[in-house]
């Protein structure tokens, strides 16, 4: 069985940072498609951003320039840079990955929320 923990949410400020990290744990035999999803209260969940095939990054529109999205194989970790934080972020936080043997996999969430 796989699990992915996120970890780095939290409060902070408009205009300031945040790191978000997911860590896949068991017996993996690959990841493939790391990303990020959104969901905002009332709202439907949403791609933030996305590693396709080890090394294409796609992003949401709204977080273009602002987030980065990065990888460390080694360690089956993923990360999110959030930047120039806004209030319209303020949302729960997935990780997802394609994980085999399992397929795609879900983290619990974390919980961002940024005060204007």
């Known amino acids: 069985q796989v699990q992915l923990v996120e970890s780095g949410g939290g409060l902070v400020q408009a205009g300031g940072s945040l790191r978000l990290s997911c860590a896949a744990s068991?017996?993996?035999?690959?990841?493939?498609?790391m990303g990020w999803y959104r969901q905002a209260p009332g709202k439907q969940r949403e791609l933030v951003a996305v590693?396709?095939?080890?090394?294409?990054?796609n992003y949401a529109d709204s977080v273009k320039g602002r987030f980065t999205i990065s990888r460390d194989n080694g360690k089956n970790t993923w990360y999110l840079q959030m930047n120039s934080l806004k209030p319209e972020d303020t949302a729960v936080y997935y990780c997802?990955?394609?994980?085999?043997?399992?397929?795609?996999?879900w983290g619990q969430g974390t919980q961002v929320t940024v005060s204007s």
């Open positions: 997802n990955a394609y994980v085999r043997p399992y397929g795609s996999s």
């Open positions: 590693i396709i095939s080890g090394s294409s990054k």
């Open positions: 068991g017996s993996i035999f690959s990841i493939n498609n």
